[in-house]
């Protein structure tokens, strides 16, 4: 799986921040196998320059699994690596939902090809 790291220019995108992100993303959702094919990451920060109390980091994360359309996910919070826990904790949930989704239609698909089948 390729996990891609961006930030904007108010976020120091640097090298630990890019290879603990792919440790977190890599940790959580490994185990969905080869059914993810690439992650992308966007930290942000909301307030840009402006120094105010509040979630205004924000960590977008969208995923690509194979033979699926790209899904999703951002978390807002006042740390970095807090929005990036709480859109990996949200983004986990939407691909499990999303293959045990896109498993259920297979199943369905197949048997009514099966019902069809013993018709005949």
């Known amino acids: 799986m390729l996990v891609l790291v961006h930030t904007d220019s108010n976020i120091t995108g ?3 921040l890019k290879e603990y992100t ?3 993303v890599h940790g959580s959702i490994d185990r969905f196998g080869n059914r ?3 992650v992308e990451v966007q930290f942000s920060d909301q307030d840009g320059r402006e120094k105010t109390k509040g979630d205004d980091k924000r960590c977008v994360l969208e995923v690509r699994l194979a ?4 899904l999703s996910v951002s978390h807002d919070a006042h740390k970095v690596k807090d929005a990036l826990h709480g859109a ?4 986990e949930k939407l691909i499990a939902h999303t293959i ?6 297979q199943r ?3 048997a009514v090809v099966v019902e069809e089948e013993a018709e005949e």
């Open 22 to 24: 792919e440790e977190i």
């Open 36 to 38: 993810v094919t690439r």
């Open 67 to 70: 033979g699926l359309h790209p």
């Open 108 to 110: 369905r698909a197949a």
């Open 14 to 16: 640097d090298e630990r």
């Open 100 to 105: 045990e989704k896109h498993v259920d239609s």
């Open 88 to 91: 990996v904790e949200k983004l």
